[in-house]
């Protein structure tokens, strides 16, 4: 049986070790360890616990038996192996240990057993769900594991929605961000251009602007330095309107004869 449901849930869309594990350990209220054969995983942190540990002995009896009263017996006693059962798993409340929907399952690997029970005592499935146990045979077990595959394909999608949900409102937030960075920039630019633009009218382009009165300084007081202003700066400064000053010297600042008239 344990074989066999290994086999279903590899066959399945399930992974080992994330939406199900086998040979589970839980302790109950009195610290003993119980050990069911698979604790299948939901999404929102469920379990589910399958349980296979059902004697197929009698059914075997059943099968192999030459007479009717044989089968009529075996048959009788492998319904009572399946309540007993029943009663044993359900009295072990694995639903209370675990985060857990209100059953478990306990799985009978042979699907013709299943029937046979099921057939030859109409009330055992209903007597089982009344004690919180489903009875399953291969071919619900594979529908039960179809429907936990899907159950996680759609909580996967979820999470990637949440998860594209949660960027686009962070990149929305960083657009947001850096436009106002951005903005603060092309502030600080106008301020700085302006800064500049008045720097610069004070140095070239204002009235009584630097270099037109240090040009008037330079031959005033007729100060001796070979470096000297580009001609395309004097013009900006408009350093030839001086009045009464040569607009252009030669020889590095040397005295010009008559320069040091008044202006």
Not at 166 to 188: M, N
Request: charged share 25%.
């Amino acid at each position: 049986g344990e074989m066999l449901l290994e086999t279903i849930l590899d066959s399945s869309a399930l992974i080992k070790g994330i939406h199900y594990e086998t040979q589970y350990n839980i302790k109950d209220a009195e610290g003993h360890n119980l050990r069911p054969d698979v604790v299948l995983h939901l999404p929102e942190k469920k379990d589910i616990v399958i349980d296979s540990k059902v004697s197929l002995t009698a059914f075997v009896g059943y099968t192999s038996a030459e007479t009717e009263e044989e089968r009529r017996r075996y048959l009788a006693a492998h319904t009572a192996s399946v309540r007993q059962h029943v009663n044993e798993l359900g009295r072990k409340e694995y639903q209370r240990l675990l985060n857990s929907p209100d059953f478990v399952i306990m799985f009978i690997p042979n699907e013709p057993a299943f029937l046979a029970a099921l057939q030859n005592d109409a009330a055992i499935w209903s007597d089982a769900y009344d004690k919180k146990v489903i009875i399953s045979s291969p071919t619900n077990l594979f529908a039960l594991l179809k429907l936990v595959a899907d159950l996680w394909k759609y909580n996967d999608q979820d999470k990637n929605t949440r998860d594209i949900a949660a960027c686009g409102l962070k990149l929305y937030e960083q657009l947001v961000a850096f436009t106002g960075s951005l903005e603060g920039v092309g502030t600080a630019l106008d301020k700085a251009r302006d800064a500049y633009d008045d720097a610069y009218k004070r140095l070239c382009t204002g009235n009584d602007n630097i270099i037109r009165v240090g040009e008037r300084l330079r031959r005033t007081a007729r100060l001796q330095t070979k470096k000297q202003h580009s001609a395309r700066t004097l013009e900006t400064a408009g350093e030839d309107d001086l009045p009464g000053i040569p607009a252009a010297e030669t020889g590095g600042g040397n005295p010009v004869p008559g320069a040091g008239g008044e202006e």
